[in-house]
Nanobody
């Protein structure tokens, strides 16, 4: 059974930084595309960033501020979030799929439980 466990969320002031982590169970971690999505209250879940063997991909809203990375030895993917804005406030979810990066949530079969990020103004 694949499990994804996020950590690192919290409350931060605008302009601050947070680093999220997502630890994955199972084998062949490096073969999977790993992604971060977020969902703000009253809004749909949206793509934030993803990474696979081809490279990293970002939503326009976070380019230049967020960095996704992975450690294939630790089976962990990270999301470094800098210059945070109040509009980044959301529950952040880690997701995994085999193969290419897809920016829509419906093609990711495995999800973590989410971690809350709150950015105060």
């Amino acid at each position: 059974q694949v499990q994804l466990v996020e950590s690192g969320g919290g409350l931060v002031q605008a302009g601050g930084s947070l680093r999220l982590a997502c630890a994955a169970s199972g084998r062949a971690f490096s073969s999977y595309a790993m992604a971060w999505f977020r969902q703000a209250p009253g809004k749909e879940r949206e793509f934030v960033a993803a990474i696979n063997w081809r490279g990293a991909y970002y939503a326009d809203s976070v380019k230049g501020r967020f960095t996704i990375s992975r450690d294939n030895v630790k089976n962990t993917v990270y999301l470094q979030m800098n210059s945070l804005k109040p509009e980044d406030t959301a529950v952040y979810y880690c997701a995994r799929r085999f193969g290419d990066v897809i920016t829509t949530q419906y093609d990711y079969p495995y999800w973590g439980q989410g971690t809350q990020v709150t950015v105060s103004s």
